[in-house]
């Protein structure tokens, strides 16, 4: 059998690019492959290091490879980029990934079970089809309006807007369609967002980190359930700032000559994730006044000097940083911190 001591693998949809090392200083060995032909390769070679870039089916080749003892180690794109020699193509990009594997201070991507990524589809799916109901609302608000058929805003009130134009004999039939259409979709995107949600509520209950997370005010179900997917191992991150950055919650740094300078956040890495610690956090402030204890204290000596906005996203960092530690520890959420008055 071949031996080598790492590979670099490009992945793409039909062919991927390898890039072998036998040892150091020694000439790669470059193989352009066919899909059907991976398990084919990778089985007549001894047990070696291997390196991708998590993107695509990266996941899934990750752990077809490790099933044949390999170790696999997957890398955030952005992070082979600078080995990248002159040109752009699959044999320049598997060099790459094959240098940049090597590197001691590289960071990896843990690889996620079909459980984790089955849990991730739920949740993107869910989301494509919320920002498609809240198109269709958005619609047919713009639509009735020019007919002078208005409802309060809010998509509880959307009944009451379908009530109106029923009601409304000057509305021409042509228009009766469309809303009838609209109306239709919104119901039939209703039912299959509230269908995905109980799978999600199914995946949370069979999980115990989730079901730990799920305790921590302001993180529901579906908060607990994609952060367990989302980071399989949170040992990969040295500190909750860490995890906090990897979401995006962290602000920019501009520093230099010993001179810290700090700017807004920089909104990088996870946005779903991010988004979902916002609106939780924003659910947090309608209620600090009805707490006591430790986190209550802070959010209110935080709101005195800062407006509620940014106070919010503070309030999703912190949050952000609670749930690694739990993660990291297994330890419950400290109640007193945040306890009814």
């Not at 390898?18 to 991976?38: C, F, N, Q, W």
Request: charged share 25%; net charge positive; hydrophobic share 45%.
């Amino acid at each position: 059998m071949k031996k080598f001591i790492r590979i670099g693998v490009d992945l793409a949809k039909n062919y991927f690019q390898i890039h072998a090392l036998a040892s150091e200083g020694d000439p790669a060995v470059t193989r352009k492959l066919k899909r059907s032909k991976m398990h084919e390769f990778f089985s007549q070679i001894e047990p070696c290091l291997i390196g991708m870039e998590a993107c695509g089916s990266a996941h899934y080749w990750g752990r077809e490879l490790k099933a044949m003892g390999h170790e696999v180690l997957l890398m955030p794109p952005a992070y082979t980029k600078p080995y990248v020699k002159r040109g752009k193509n699959d044999a320049v990009d598997a060099d790459a990934i094959c240098e940049a594997m090597s590197r001691p201070g590289m960071r990896f991507v843990p690889i996620k079970s079909p459980e984790q990524q089955a849990t991730l589809m739920l949740h993107k799916t869910r989301e494509l089809l919320v920002k498609q109901r809240t198109m269709s609302v958005n619609a047919l608000r713009g639509h009735l309006s020019e007919f002078g058929i208005v409802a309060a805003k809010g998509i509880g009130r959307v009944d009451e807007l379908l009530d109106l134009a029923e009601s409304d004999a000057t509305l021409p039939n042509a228009a009766r369609a469309s809303v009838k259409v609209l109306a239709q979709a919104l119901e039939g995107l209703d039912k299959a967002i509230g269908d995905l949600e109980k799978e999600i509520t199914g995946a949370h209950a069979q999980n115990e980190m989730s079901r730990l997370l799920d305790k921590v005010p302001g993180i529901g179900k579906l908060i607990a359930s994609v952060i367990v997917a989302s980071v399989p191992d949170p040992s990969v991150f040295k500190s909750g700032r860490d995890f906090a950055a990897f979401l995006g919650l962290t602000p920019r740094q501009n520093s230099s000559g010993g001179k810290q300078t700090l700017g807004a956040i920089t909104k990088q890495g996870n946005r779903y994730i991010r988004k979902m610690l916002v609106l939780g956090a924003t659910s947090l402030l309608n209620v600090v006044g009805k707490r006591k204890g430790a986190l209550r204290d802070w959010i209110v000596g935080l709101l005195a000097k800062k407006p509620a906005r940014l106070v919010t996203v503070a309030l999703a960092n912190k949050l952000a940083r609670i749930l690694w530690a739990m993660m990291k520890t297994g330890e419950c959420f400290r109640t007193e911190m945040f306890a009814k008055a």
